[in-house]
Each structure stands twice: as C-alpha cells, then as structure tokens.
C-alpha cells in the first residue's frame, strides 16, 4: 500500500509563492497519474493539476501559467509550484495518486493535506 506525504503548506502573502511536495513511500510515477487537488472551506474538492506517466501534464483554467507541476522520480517526489497565489487558492491540498488502469477513481490514493492560506 502506497503511502503519500504531503509538505511545504504555509501562510503567504497574495502575490506570493509556495511549493509544495508529495513524497510517496514506493517508486509509483510509472503506472499512476499523480495529481494535486484542494478543498476550500464550505466547497467541493477540486482538481489542480495531473501529469501522467508521459509527463503530459494538464492544469485546471484558474492556475493556468501560475502552477507547475513536476515530478522527481529518483526522489519518489512530486512538485506543485504556486506562484502569484492568490486569496481565493487558500485551500487545503491533497496529493493524489490513480493507477492507470483507475478510470473512475476507486482506486486513487490519498494524502493527509496540506493547508495553503494566501492572505491580502
């Protein structure tokens, strides 16, 4: 059973940066999708950003050209680099991990999260 660690979560100021990191207890990255995602009080959990085995990675339209994502596979580790945050990414951030056999889900692997508050 694969584990997630996620580090890196803060308090910043709106304008500011924050990288966060996935640690994952086994080498995974060759047959999982690995993704950020968050959760704002009172909202629904969102998808961030994925890269997939290929290194294709895909980005939700409201961190287009702020965050990048990016993977370390000698470190087992991957990256979300969030830059002119944002109030309105305050969130808590999960790691996730779906095999790639997973269309739906019911296999993916979770974090415990990572609370990211940008402050005006």
């Known amino acids: 059973q694969v584990q997630l660690v996620e580090s890196g979560g803060g308090f910043v100021q709106a304008g500011g940066s924050l990288r966060l990191s996935c640690a994952a207890s086994r080498s995974i990255f060759s047959v999982h999708t690995m993704g950020w995602y968050r959760q704002a009080p009172g909202k629904q959990r969102e998808l961030v950003a994925t890269i997939t085995t290929d290194g294709t990675t895909n980005y939700a339209d409201s961190v287009k050209g702020r965050f990048t994502i990016s993977r370390d596979n000698s470190k087992n580790t991957v990256y979300l680099q969030m830059n002119s945050l944002k109030p309105e990414d305050t969130a808590v951030y999960y790691c996730?991990?779906?095999?790639?056999?997973?269309?739906?889900?019911?296999?993916?692997?979770w974090g415990q999260g990572t609370l990211v508050t940008a402050s005006s």
């Open positions: 996730n991990a779906r095999p790639i056999w997973d269309h739906s889900g019911a296999l993916d692997k």
